[in-house]
């Protein structure tokens, strides 16, 4: 019987310590998020896809850098813009005119409306940024240049 308790002991820290040593690959897939690998980028969720076509993001960072006021267009101003560059099926809801003391010239952005619900109630409600063809957030203008789009000919309206 004296002999049986270490042999009992050794036993026992024999599965103990293979259960240790096993652990690990046995729990692997199950609930546990996915490993990131080393150089991998993990980009924000948003619902304009990139964080940065978030009209009040753009609207922020165009305030904080350069110092920025803007102005919303609505109604024929707006839909004379729109025209101008052909944008009428890109389903475009709001053009905010951009200007600072900082820049000589004005930028323009033109925002459709992204709206998501969740039990008949609106979840989310965001302008998202639409890019220019070659796939710039805003569109730059001469001051004078951009009054002649926005107005009627032969009017100073």
């Known amino acids: 019987m004296i002999y049986l308790q270490p042999f009992r ?7 103990t310590s293979i259960l240790f040593y096993l652990y690990p690959y046995g729990t692997s897939g199950l609930g546990q998020a996915r490993e990131i690998e080393e150089h991998e980028v993990i980009s924000p969720i948003s619902p304009c896809g990139n964080p940065n076509t978030d009209l009040t993001n753009l609207t922020g960072f165009f305030e904080y850098r350069w ?14 813009w729109i025209e101008h560059h052909g944008l009428e099926n890109q389903e475009i809801v709001k053009v905010r005119i951009f200007t600072s003391p900082v820049l000589p010239k004005v930028a323009v952005v033109g925002a459709r409306r992204f709206v998501n619900y969740l039990n008949g109630q609106i979840l989310v409600d965001v302008h ?25 000919p032969g009017t100073d309206t």
Request: hydrophobic share 40%.
């Open 67 to 80: 110092q920025a006021t803007y102005v919303d267009l609505y109604d024929k101003p707006m839909e004379r």
């Open 9 to 15: 002991l050794s036993l026992f820290l024999l599965l």
């Open 128 to 152: 998202c940024v639409v890019l220019t063809e070659d796939g710039r957030f805003v569109r730059q203008y001469n001051p004078d240049e951009l009054e002649k789009i926005l107005t009627v």
